[in-house]
């Protein structure tokens, strides 16, 4: 079987985009294990299909597997991506769209440059914090630099849920940091039953971090979306940022742009077509 796909990246994280709106791909579990892969495959952060949508609210649907074959719930980057292919394709002609994920629908509002998508601000939704929603096996109404252990070492973690589990870990210097060996411990902690994305954040100035992520399923990624929400989300519950202000997250592939109300999270973000191609499966 040839499928068509189209590479793209939101801050660095990139993913591999199929148009099912009209094609049904099999085994997308597989698939994403497949192409993923940097030196045998096609590469990215994992395979995102483009979907017709069943509900009358949404312009399309969402559904994203991770490297791994692990299917994600959101993924903040990718859903800018979405955005961006369906209106420069012309299948959704409007600024303005409502994507359906499998945590909500997502409301999105585009930058059009020259007739093409240059970024997204999307709509992510409340900051979910409460430990069983998250979930994290902690007690408590929240979870807000907790002490926990983690390997043979304490960490004060937040957590927070962007419709996907987040623990935030606030450290000096990120650049230094074993993100890989410490980002496998969080994942596959105990306290995290549906294991875990974790954000290592370094507060360079008051509404200012830099972030390193490790994400369930894909390992470390150059950006994470609904991470840098959470981020942001941790800074003001810590005391590092302020409600309702744009709050700057440096990652490794990008700056994402982030705000924290009382009733959601915004975030502003770049979407950029890599390439396009065919790959026989």
Known sequence: MTLTFTKMHGCGNDYIYFNCFDKAIPAPESLAIALSDRHTGIGGDGIVLILRSDHATADAKMRMFNMDGSEGNMCGNAIRCVAKYLYDNGMVGKPRMRIETLSGIKELFLTVEHGKVSSVQVDMGCAELRPEKIPVRLPGEH????????????????????GNPHTVVFCKDVA??????????FEHHPLFPDRVNTEFVEVVARNHLKMRVWERGSGETLACGTGACASAVAAVLNGHGDKDMDIEVHLPGGILTVQYTDE??????????????TVEV
């Open 143 to 162: 979870v807000v630099a907790r002490t926990v252990t983690v390997g043979e070492r304490d960490y004060a973690i937040t957590c927070v849920s962007m």
């Open 176 to 185: 230094t940091l074993d993100v890989h060996g410490i980002g496998l411990l």
């Open 264 to 277: 959601t999270v915004y975030m502003t973000g770049n979407c950029v077509t890599v390439f396009e191609g």
